[in-house]
C-alpha cells in the first residue's frame, strides 16, 4: 500500500490550494480515504474523508463549508479542494487509508485509530 500526498505549500489567507493523494496497492474502489493533519504543538486530527465505494463524507466542524474532499476512481486519487484559508489551517497535511470496517461510514471514522496506512504528508502554510 503506497500513498502519497502533493500539492502543498505557501498560500495567503483568503486563498485556495488543492491537496492530492495518489493511491496504489488496494482496492481503492472499496475504501475510506481521510486527511489529517498536525500543527507544531498540536494533536493530529482528522478533518475529512470520503468513501470511495459510495462517495460518502465527513468534515470536521472547522472545515465545513470551506473544504471538499471528492475521488477521482479511475486515477486512484483523492482530493482535498481548500478555500478561503486561514493561518489556523497550517499544518502538515497527510491521507490514510481505511481498508477495514468503516471506510468513512460516520464521522468516528475522522479518528486516526482506524487508519492503518500513511502518506508522508505535504505542508501547508497560510500566511496572515
Known amino acids: 500500500v503506497q500513498l502519497v500526498e502533493s500539492g502543498g505549500g505557501l498560500v495567503q489567507a483568503g486563498r485556495s490550494l488543492r491537496l492530492s493523494c495518489a493511491a496504489s496497492g488496494f482496492t481503492f474502489e472499496d475504501s475510506g480515504i481521510a486527511w489529517f493533519r498536525q500543527a507544531p504543538g498540536k494533536e493530529r486530527e482528522g478533518i475529512s474523508c470520503i468513501s470511495t465505494a459510495d462517495g460518502t463524507t465527513q468534515y470536521e466542524d472547522s472545515v465545513k463549508g470551506r473544504f471538499t474532499v471528492t475521488s477521482d476512481n479511475a486515477r486512484k486519487t483523492v482530493y482535498l479542494q481548500m478555500n478561503n484559508l486561514n493561518p489556523d489551517d497550517t499544518a502538515e497535511y497527510y491521507c490514510?487509508?481505511?481498508?477495514?470496517?468503516?471506510?468513512?461510514?460516520?464521522?468516528?471514522?475522522?479518528?486516526?485509530?482506524?487508519?492503518?496506512?500513511w502518506g508522508q504528508g505535504t505542508q501547508v502554510t497560510v500566511s496572515s
Open positions: 490514510a487509508a481505511d481498508l477495514g470496517v468503516l471506510r468513512c461510514a460516520t464521522d468516528a471514522s475522522l479518528r486516526g485509530m482506524w487508519y492503518d496506512w
